[in-house]
């Protein structure tokens, strides 16, 4: 009896496994090719292949990371890219929050490996499948889906490292619109819901432009993201669901 009781245990972790990876394939397939291109950029802004696998492994933020790589390239200090990825990942403050509360009967050994595994992509894809918390060994799911998620992140990055080390400069420098590419994407998604974000972009854009004339690049974005970020508290509705 305890032995069939153990081999359900166990079949039910590797049920959890397994769909949290399929679960989390979407997210690979879409991570893999930025992730590749991260690679490349960091690589041509000479970042050698240790040092952006290791931003991916302890960062894992793929808007930052990007954006890191061109701080560095532009020859910013590390105060400015430490203190401009927190500005831009503060968000995360929110999702961790969110995501807790949705998982409020998930084991607390849970609890915090997860929220460190959150990204914009994770979390909505979790969010959408919000009964495996109250599932038994339901941590399995979500563990398996932003592994999923994670390891092709690290993966695409060390790809790209070392693509950026063999394909032509010419070619790997024209990946650099990716960088406006992956932006603009994120930002389409919400000015369709709320043109003031647009707004706050093009603010953001501008007072990067006066800034730069005053100080140096790292911390013209650094001062430009906070204060956009500023008024757009002022004016943005928030959206009651």
Known sequence: MAKVMIERHSSQKIKMIQNGFLTGLPIMFGYLPIAITYGVLASQSGMTL???????????????QFMGANMIAIGAGSIEIIIATFVLNFRHFVMSLSFM?????????????????????????????????NEKNGGYFYASL?????????????????????????????????????????????????VRYGVIAVL???????FSMQMDQGWAIVCSTLLASFIGTLFVKVVEK
Do not use: C, Q
């Open 50 to 64: 240790m040092e952006l696998t290791a931003m991916s492994v302890f960062v894992y933020a793929g808007a930052a």
């Open 101 to 133: 509360n949705r998982s409020k009967n998930l084991d607390l050994k849970w609890k915090a490996p997860l929220s460190l595994g959150l990204t914009d992509e994770s979390f909505s894809v979790a969010s959408l499948h919000t009964k495996e918390a």
């Open 146 to 194: 932003m592994l999923t998620a994670y390891l092709s992140w690290v993966l695409g990055s060390v790809l790209g490292g070392i693509l950026g080390d063999v394909i032509p400069e010419s070619l790997s420098m024209s990946m650099g619109i990716a960088l406006y590419a992956m932006f603009i994407a994120l930002l389409i998604p919400s000015v369709k819901v709320e």
């Open 204 to 210: 953001a854009m501008i007072f990067n432009y006066l």
